[in-house]
């Protein structure tokens, strides 16, 4: 099971920032956080990730919580083009599997 | 061109069928995947590999085999199809313990 909790819808307007927010209550000392998104019919993207520091990248910036229970995805000027659904997921890095759980993630819907 | 893509992009096949699905990448990343994504059960693991010659279950194997001869090649055949089936397939790939990038899917019907 996904062990992150984010809300199931979000609207932005364009050119104004979006702050995406995600619970990860359980998360272990050895787990990232990573977020991908999903535009309509295309495969899941890769988006950013990070584990305790916050982080910035092209895309977006990831901000955490000190106590790392949760963290919020920031796109700075959100356009149309970032409407898609944005998971946030928490896994180890390295250890016997390799694996990404995906829960049901959050639909971004950007209004002009 | 670089970058991992999948075909067919588009199958319909009958009901007892055998499919096979293909993935490539150019990478030469070690671990390549296999999800399938449907409504109300988001995406799901069905195998993955961590290199050439090495494959383990994910959260839904059953009905599905896959192997790898190559590195950059990972085919899922399903080998006899049911309807359950019926949806829309992404193959990804990573090096190590990194992101994973994702193909564009394939969309599979069963009838």
């Known amino acids: 099971d996904a062990k992150t909790t984010q809300p199931p819808s979000m609207d932005c307007a364009e050119g104004r920032a979006a702050n995406l927010p995600c619970n990860h209550s359980?998360?272990?000392?050895?787990?990232?956080v990573y977020w991908y998104r999903q535009i309509h019919s295309q495969g899941p993207q890769y988006i950013i990730h990070?584990?305790?520091n916050n982080e910035t990248n092209e895309m977006a910036s990831l901000i955490i919580t000190e106590d790392r229970k949760s963290s919020t995805l920031i796109l700075p000027h959100a356009t149309l083009r970032d409407t898609a659904v944005y998971y946030c997921i928490v896994r180890p890095y390295g250890g016997a599997t390799n694996k990404l759980i995906f829960g049901t993630g959050t639909l971004l819907a950007v209004q002009p | 061109d670089a970058g991992i893509t999948q075909s067919p992009r588009y199958k319909i096949t009958e009901t007892g069928r055998q499919v096979t699905l293909m993935c490539h990448q150019t990478?030469?990343?070690?671990?390549m995947f296999w999800y399938r994504q449907d409504l109300g059960h988001g995406l799901r693991l069905i195998y993955y590999?961590?290199?050439?010659?090495?494959?383990d279950k994910g959260e839904v194997p059953d009905g599905y085999v896959v192997s790898r001869s190559k590195t950059e090649n990972f085919p899922l055949t399903l080998e006899s199809a049911t309807r359950s089936q019926t949806s829309v397939y992404f193959c990804a790939s990573s090096e190590g313990y990194n992101e994973q990038y994702f193909g564009p899917g394939t969309r599979l019907t069963v009838t």
């Open positions: 359980t998360i272990s000392g050895n787990e990232y």
């Open positions: 990070g584990l305790k």
């Open positions: 590999s961590a290199a050439a010659d090495i494959t």
């Open positions: 990478w030469s990343h070690s671990y």
